[in-house]
């Protein structure tokens, strides 16, 4: 079993920076192909951003590409969104996820076998 648990959300002005950490325990981290996905209020849950089981490769979702990023330190079983330049429409519950294998980078949420408890970041104007 799995346990994903995310931290660093919270409350910045529009054009701030926050970066978000998905601590794991369990079965080895550094198997896993890792994804960031978010939830606004009233909507369904969006890819963010994933990650290899290296870290050597990574995807974004357009409303993500050139402000956020993802990483990983297997060292230390994280991974890692930073987000800069925000705008209040990323306000959401962020939940990172974990899937067991596979080299290629994974956009939908039934292709993850495990997810965090999620970390509200509400980005004011």
């Known amino acids: 079993q799995v346990q994903l648990v995310e931290s660093g959300g919270g409350l910045v002005q529009a054009g701030g920076s926050l970066r978000l950490s998905c601590a794991a325990s369990g079965r080895t981290f550094s198997i896993f192909p890792m994804g960031w996905f978010r939830q606004a209020p009233g909507e369904e849950r969006e890819f963010v951003a994933a990650?290899?089981?290296?870290?050597?490769?990574?995807y974004y979702a357009d409303s993500a590409k050139g402000r956020f990023t993802i990483s990983r330190d297997n060292a230390k079983d994280t991974v890692y969104l930073q987000m800069n330049s925000l705008k209040p429409e990323d306000t959401a519950v962020y939940y990172c996820a974990g899937r067991t294998g596979g080299s290629k980078l994974f956009t939908l949420r039934y292709e993850y076998d495990y997810w965090g408890q999620g970390t509200q970041v509400t980005v004011s104007s």
């Open positions: 990650i290899n089981w290296s870290g050597g490769s990574t």
